[in-house]
């Protein structure tokens, strides 16, 4: 990614948000994001769907079409 909107660590602590800004910031695999949720304390069916979500759009947006449409039905 080349440019992404900063943003404050305190801005969205919330398990995956943070989780999901660091994958599309190169900083963390898809993976890490959807085992960030997995454990989670707090999670919940949102949560999981808000990490299937992205990580789909990440795939898509990185050339990955089959691993896209798999979270992205998972996420539905």
């Known amino acids: 990614m080349k440019k992404l909107i900063p943003?404050?660590?305190a801005?969205?602590?919330r398990v995956p948000m943070r989780q999901i800004y660091d994958m599309?910031?190169?900083k963390i695999s898809p993976d890490t994001v959807l085992a960030a949720v997995a454990r989670a304390?707090?999670?919940r069916a949102l949560d999981?769907?808000?990490a299937e979500l992205y990580v789909a759009l990440w795939h898509e947006a990185n050339g990955h079409p089959a691993d896209a449409k798999k979270y992205m039905t998972a996420a539905a």
């Open 7 to 9: 943003i404050d660590t």
């Open 11 to 13: 801005w969205d602590r």
């Open 24 to 26: 599309f910031a190169s």
């Open 41 to 43: 304390d707090e999670s």
């Open 48 to 50: 999981k769907f808000y």
